[in-house]
């Protein structure tokens, strides 16, 4: 299997793709932000990050990051529904190096897939064959929190590959099918004018946010690129822009079990030490509780 080149891989190709993809169901228009966050250099001048940011009807923020140097190419791109929408979170978070590549592609559940059976089966019953298809072209990835994974659906991708020209493709292929899958999403999504339900659909999404912008595993590399400061702002305004207007509650008020005895918040990334060495939903997209590894 070819090797391929670290210079040879682009995740700008992957950013391109998605935004004439979603100009083709829906205006795009530049987001207040794209004026404060649009590139940082590094501290070390050896990695550029660049940011774009949109939104559109039904999207309440569409935005990317991309990092490249010599020695990685860092992908982070994500969009996020009006709250009048209950529509999953479209996410991709990937991380290649020469030798490593660390892969996260879904569609995050706006809520519990496990607990609430309807929402499962709204948006996710005729995405299964398309998570099987990928599930074995891009194994499981190894250990994975149990607390991370109430933030994704059954047909999460979580893989880890040796860099190779293959490799790429696939991910290429499933960054794709698994955008347009969301765009067929969204077409087909009818507002909400329920204020109850809208917001719960409000506070789900600050919730995600909140978890995100704290335990993010990307804030160690963001810190050591631009320092601590720069990497905060980037997580809380842009790349989980929304804390701040959607909801007032804390992190410690969503998730009071990382309360430290002096009211900090706990740095680890798990509580309860479990973690799925397997991936924990079965062919037909059920989830398998025993799948439990300390």
């Known amino acids: 299997m070819p090797i391929v080149q670290l210079s040879a891989i682009s995740y700008k190709k992957f950013i391109n793709f998605a935004l004439d993809e979603t100009k083709r169901h829906t205006h795009l228009a530049p987001s207040p932000l794209q004026e404060r966050y649009n590139s940082r250099i590094s501290m070390d001048g050896k990695s550029e990050i ?4 949109f939104e559109a009807t039904k999207v309440r923020l569409l935005r990317s990051l991309c990092i490249e140097s010599q020695t990685m190419q860092v992908l982070d791109f994500a969009v996020f529904p009006e709250p009048e929408f ?3 979170i479209f996410c991709a978070n990937f991380f290649s190096s020469a030798n490593t590549n660390i892969v ?5 559940p706006l809520h519990d897939v496990i607990s609430q059976r309807d929402y499962k089966e709204k948006y996710y019953k005729g995405l299964i064959p398309l998570g099987l298809k990928y599930a074995e072209l891009l194994p499981w990835g190894g250990k994975l929190t149990s607390e991370s994974l109430k933030f994704f659906s059954p047909i999460v991708i979580w893989t880890r590959f040796t860099s190779s020209s293959y490799k790429y493709d696939v991910l290429y292929s499933a960054f794709m099918d698994y955008y347009k899958a969301w765009l067929a999403l969204m077409d087909q999504a009818v507002v909400e004018t329920n204020a109850s339900k809208i917001m719960c659909n409000r506070e789900a999404q600050h919730r995600y946010l909140t978890w995100r912008a704290e335990k993010d595993p990307g804030h160690g590399l963001l810190k050591k690129l631009i320092g601590e400061e720069q990497a905060k702002d980037l997580l809380v305004n842009f790349l989980f822009n929304g804390i701040d207007e959607l909801g007032s509650k804390s992190f410690l008020d969503y ?6 005895e002096d009211g900090t918040i706990n740095q680890s990334r798990s509580i309860i030490g479990k973690s799925f060495e397997s991936r924990p939903w079965d062919r037909k997209g059920e989830f398998i509780s025993n799948s439990f590894e300390n």
Do not use: G, I, R, T
């Open 255 to 260: 998730f009071p079990e990382y309360c430290c």
């Open 86 to 88: 209950d529509m999953p």
């Open 104 to 108: 996260v592609l879904d569609l995050n």
């Open 50 to 53: 660049e940011m774009l940011s």
